[in-house]
């Protein structure tokens, strides 16, 4: 059966102009979303997961462009749009952001109801007492105790976890069809954060949102995505079901990921670190730019860039090594153990 795409990119490459130098931000990616899906975007910190993502919203950053390719949604070209006339149409009432510091996020000087009803009026053309009852409402929806007090209350008035659950309340006051959220839980407790993961779900099978994810903790997407696309240096490397990257991972940094999770530790021994670190993306890469990175690496993965690789229907990676003519050469000993894990019927890790 075929999926219903609800947002499309082909081919996008994304530069910056920093200090006279070009940084090759987006590496020609190409990604369908599929409408009511959860999608989750994974990789270190400056891999390129939220410069994608500001691009299906129009928050690039001044010095950013977009150099070639398409992001299509609803027939039109989000790549191509210039003006803020035309990212009003499509920001909040479309696509909405959380981001991942609602510290930042939120006007210390306004009030929480202020602050939602502004989108209503925006994106729902609510105002007046149908405002304040629509805000009370969605305060309601996100899990905020007696929120008729709380929506004369201020930011500072609120806990770090509270002010997370106003960030997601004003997203959703805009009604949109596609709900980003960047590292939603980054700074919040281990208890709040699984509570936010809840919050975000639930909203999801409510409203029927399609939903991305950005985030660099993959104990955090296990619980939470339908697919996983993991990015390195502007690319994405492997994409697939959430238990086919899981537990049947085939690009060496994936492997190299998913060995980093503390959860997967052993006490008394060092955590797995990843060596090296992420190429410059101000220099043109040659063939895989996780080679200088990688134990496995073949003279082919320094020489040149490899292409995706089909290993089922909706599971495909960019490694050389699935190349029929490359040698056989076995995944960690630690990605052995998480499949043990899912043979034995824990599918968290």
Not at 208 to 236: E, F, K, P, Q, S
Request: net charge positive.
């Amino acid at each position: 059966m075929e999926r219903d795409i609800i947002l499309s990119v082909r081919n996008l490459n994304v530069k910056f102009s920093l200090r006279g130098k070009i940084l090759h931000a987006i590496r020609g990616i190409s990604l369908d979303v599929y409408r009511g899906e959860s999608l989750a975007i994974v990789g270190e910190s400056g891999s390129g997961k939220s410069v994608l993502c500001k691009n299906f919203i129009g928050l690039l950053d001044k010095n950013g462009r977009v150099d070639s390719g398409s992001i299509i949604y609803k027939d039109m070209d989000l790549a191509k749009f210039k003006t803020e006339k035309e990212w009003a149409k499509i920001r909040g009432k479309e696509v909405a952001m959380v981001m991942q510091d609602p510290m930042t996020s939120l006007n210390p000087l306004k009030t929480i109801g202020w602050q939602i009803e502004e989108a209503l009026r925006l994106h729902q053309n609510l105002s007046g007492e149908a405002a304040k009852n629509k805000a009370v409402e969605i305060l309601d929806d996100v899990g905020i105790q007696e929120p008729a007090r709380r929506y004369s209350q201020y930011p500072h008035e609120f806990s770090g976890g509270m002010r997370q659950r106003v960030v997601i309340a004003i997203a959703m006051a805009c009604n949109p069809k596609i709900l980003i959220c960047d590292e939603p839980t980054t700074a919040l407790d281990v208890t709040i954060q699984a509570q936010i993961i809840d919050l975000i779900r639930r909203l999801q099978a409510k409203y029927g949102l399609t939903t991305i994810y950005i985030t660099h903790d993959l104990g955090v997407v296990a619980n939470v995505a339908d697919r996983i696309a993991v990015m390195y240096a502007g690319d994405i490397v492997e994409i697939g079901s959430c238990d086919e990257v899981f537990y049947d991972p085939r690009h060496p940094y994936t492997w190299a990921l998913l060995s980093s999770l503390p959860q997967l530790g052993v006490k008394g021994e060092d955590l797995y670190a990843i060596k090296g670190t992420p190429p410059n993306l101000f220099n043109e890469i040659r063939g895989d730019a996780f080679a200088p990175r990688n134990p496995q690496a073949l003279k082919i993965d320094f020489e040149h860039r490899p292409p995706y690789f089909d290993i089922s229907p909706t599971h495909k990676a960019k490694t050389w090594l699935l190349d029929p003519r490359a040698p056989k050469v076995e995944p960690p000993a630690i990605i052995k153990q998480i499949r043990e894990i899912k043979r034995g019927g824990v599918h968290n890790v």
